[in-house]
């Protein structure tokens, strides 16, 4: 056999990758032997395969799973430039939501006190609700309550209605930048009104609402989980108080972008201060 052809060690070495790893890459057909010698099993690989080996080395060492390896060694090198300059941006993403994480989670503890003081309650009246609803992800939310807005008041408005007024946005499930969550975006209205296509009506009733307006640094994702935090600590700090149905968000707030609003029973409530 002439010298274009490698040992499966002499290969690795010149390749920068372990005999264990050439295993493996063998056995998944990532990287094959050119040869097997039938008689002594030696693996002998072409010096044409280097540079593909050297290629799947580094990818490893990004941290890329094989899976992901295999569709990418076969790319031309202008789409794989694109394949990873897509990934990279994903791992950038990634990091950045991590750090709101972190963020979120070193802040939180200390501005509790100061979010559960400024929760109010409220007599809210039975109100009718013209209501859309979705699964959505934390990237999809803004998007899918501005679109709801405009669906709902074009709605109202359609009918001979006002179509005025803040708008409601229940989260029926957790929604986080990584699983979707049902959420409805409701506009509440007074006035007869036919079905419309898409949309669903129902009927909030009268309630006691605990509500907490949105400072501006808890706006976004994930500090705006401390608002909720604050509401629920609120709850508990009370004996008996329990809540009553599912919590929304109000648009415009009172004094600020928003109000989270936890509807509850208040045990004894107009003895409470608050």
């Known amino acids: 056999m002439d010298d274009a052809y490698l040992l499966a060690g002499r290969f690795g070495t010149e390749a920068r990758l372990s005999p264990k790893a050439l295993r493996l890459y063998a056995e998944l057909g990532l990287l094959v032997p050119t040869e097997v010698d039938p008689a002594t099993g030696y693996r002998y690989y072409h010096r044409d395969q280097l540079d593909r080996a050297r290629l799947i080395g580094r990818l490893r060492g990004l941290d890329l799973p094989l899976a992901r390896i295999a569709t990418l060694v076969d790319l ?47 007599q809210a009246p039975a109100t009718t609700l013209l209501c859309r609803q979705r699964m959505v992800s934390t990237a999809e939310l803004d998007t899918f309550i501005a679109e709801s807005e405009a669906e709902l008041r074009a709605g109202l408005r359609g009918a001979g209605l006002p179509g005025d007024g803040p708008i409601r946005v229940y989260f ?23 079905p419309l296509p898409g949309l669903r009506i129902r009927l909030s009733p009268a309630q006691t609402e605990a509500v907490l307006p949105a400072p501006k640094a808890y706006e976004d994702y994930p500090l705006v989980l401390h608002l909720y935090d604050a509401l629920e600590a609120w709850i508990a700090d009370r004996p008996g108080a329990c809540l009553s149905d599912t919590c929304f968000e109000v648009h415009p707030g009172s004094d600020a972008r928003f109000d989270v609003v936890y509807p509850v029973r208040l045990p004894n409530h107009s003895e409470d201060p608050s």
Request: overall charge negative.
């Open 76 to 122: 031309t090198p202008a789409a794989l430039e694109i394949e990873l300059r897509a990934w990279l941006k994903s791992r950038h993403d990634q990091l950045g939501r991590q750090a709101q994480q972190i963020d979120a989670i070193v802040r939180g503890p200390a501005q509790l006190p100061e979010l559960i003081a400024a929760v109010t309650v409220r």
């Open 172 to 194: 029926h499930e957790m929604v986080t930048p990584d699983s979707d969550g049902l959420v409805e975006v409701a506009l509440g209205y007074t006035g007869p009104l036919d």
